[in-house]
């Protein structure tokens, strides 16, 4: 069994999880608290981020994307009509651009900053950076959401799923990223129905489970996260 270093509430782990999850692997899973920068943890990554692979014969593979392409190369594909990558060059680029979109993008203008001002910072040590959350960094987040969630609405109106005719890393990627802000009840449904209605299709599907389950430390889920027909 492959091993993963990831942190329940980073948009990116929970995209690599989900994409194991369509593939049927089993992942055992190591909580890491990046600011801690444990020795073992940097000997893997010198660079301290997540998530890390451990991969065939304990070798470290850093990253999201890079974890995605050595899944698709490994596994994927072997999986014929379930592949989570396209045959076709322009449709693997457009997979590649949503993904960057949701794990590079949202990730910058939204997730990471509310992820680090009301999940990160309460568990972190002040030698290490735990303070009070900043308002203004949350306030600027959230005034992100809206324009990540109408965007989304047109990808999920226009498309069967974000990239095309199946589901694809696209959809895992925006699903990883949406979950996370839902489970920290920052997402206003109301005017994303078809947004709702995909989230409610990928939510429902058996790799999605484990990441319905997970729960952070004094920090509650809202009560509609873990439920399928919300």
């Known amino acids: ?44 990554n010198a660079a301290g981020t997540l998530p890390v692979l451990l991969a065939e014969g304990d070798v470290p593979i850093v990253g999201a994307g890079v974890i995605s392409e050595y899944l698709d190369e490994t596994r994927g594909v072997l999986k014929r009509d379930k592949r989570l990558f396209a045959e076709d060059p322009m449709e693997r680029a457009e997979i590649r651009r949503l993904v960057d979109w949701y794990l590079v ?30 308002s203004a960094a ?22 069967h ?17 949406i979950s996370v802000l839902d489970y920290l009840g920052e997402i206003d449904w109301n005017g994303h ?14 790799s999605f489970r484990p990441l319905l389950g997970d729960r952070v430390r004094g920090l509650s889920p809202v009560s509609h996260y873990a439920d399928l027909d919300f």
């Not at 078809?194 to 058996?206: C, D, F, I, L, Q």
């Open 1 to 44: 069994m492959l091993t993963l270093f990831h942190h329940p509430m980073f948009a990116s782990c929970r995209f690599v999880r989900l994409a194991f999850g369509e593939y049927g692997e089993e992942l055992a899973l190591i909580e890491e608290k990046p600011w801690v920068r444990r020795k073992e943890f940097l000997a893997l």
């Open 105 to 134: 993008k949202a990730d910058s203008e939204v997730t990471r900053h509310l992820v680090r001002e009301r999940v990160l910072k309460p568990q972190m040590p002040s030698d290490m950076g735990g303070r009070s959350p900043d």
């Open 138 to 159: 949350i306030r600027a987040a959230r005034a992100n959401i809206r324009q990540h969630m109408k965007y989304t609405n047109w990808l999920a109106g226009t498309r």
């Open 161 to 177: 799923w974000l990239a095309g005719p199946r589901i694809t890393y696209a959809d895992l990627a925006a699903a990883a990223t």
């Open 193 to 206: 129905s078809v947004a709702r209605e995909w989230y409610a299709r990928v939510k429902s599907r058996p």
